[in-house]
């Protein structure tokens, strides 16, 4: 009996003695936690937080370069639309020699509206294109036609090719929709910044409409309006043969700057994007 009362002794002091794991009183063990364990979590917590705010700053960066430079591919947008207005006159009476600025009405109405009859008639395919093979590829392709088709209406040698011109620069133009679809999705459901990139790329459009008669009014025939000398070169030949050519730079130029804004900054928002490429669309194609 003396035996097992000496036994439970011995086994309750090796309990009590190791209760509290390697420490051996009960201040030590707290102490231990508080002294290790707390400011470790705390500095993970500290860590964790700062890479959140540094990501989300990152992430609002690249939001407002992407929405910056879809910013300018609307202005470019909307200056190739409103461009024409101001010399419309002008320019068809330059293409028809039996029109005078009397009754040039119609001919400028034409010139300046066949753009949004192009846009009428692909603007639903566009649509399709862009849900397909994505935004960014829908406002690329847009702007190297919109390049192309731009220096051809300010070389049109005829008031035909002009229009086929326009036509075909407002057919192959698909940046307004793919701009705004991009600056929705770009936010990724913030809705603080969907609203701010909406609003700034919606208000381009405006500021296009009041910029572009500005610049292309001031650009259009410069040898007339500036009364330049035709005797100081090639380039004051050139304009004075095609009056109308500078607006129409400045608009491909504009271009330029739009595809070299939308590649870098502008990311695809379309996952399906990742899994077809431009190889499968030359495929369809043959």
Known sequence: MTNITISLDQNKNLLENNKYGTF?????????LIGNRIPQDEETLSAASSSVRNSAELYEKQHFRATSALCL?????AYLLISPFPYSGFMAVHLVPSLNLENAGTAAGLL?????????????????????YGRKLTIQISLIFSLIFSLSFGLAPSFNLAICSRFILGMFNGIIGAAKTSVTELAKGNEKLEKKGTALVLGMWGWGFLMAPLISGSLADPVKQYSLDLDKGNIISFLEKFPFFLPNFF????CVLSFIGATLAVEETLPICEKICMNSIFSNIR
């Not at 051996?24 to 231990?32: A, V, Y």
């Not at 300046?112 to 397909?132: E, I, P, T």
């Not at 608009?251 to 504009?254: D, V």
């Open 112 to 132: 300046s509206s066949f753009f949004m009859v192009g846009r009428a008639v692909s603007s639903v395919h566009w649509g399709k294109f862009s849900d397909k």
């Open 73 to 77: 591919c609307t202005l470019t947008h």
């Open 251 to 254: 608009g491909a130029f504009a």
């Open 24 to 32: 051996e009183k009960p201040e030590e063990s707290i102490n231990g």
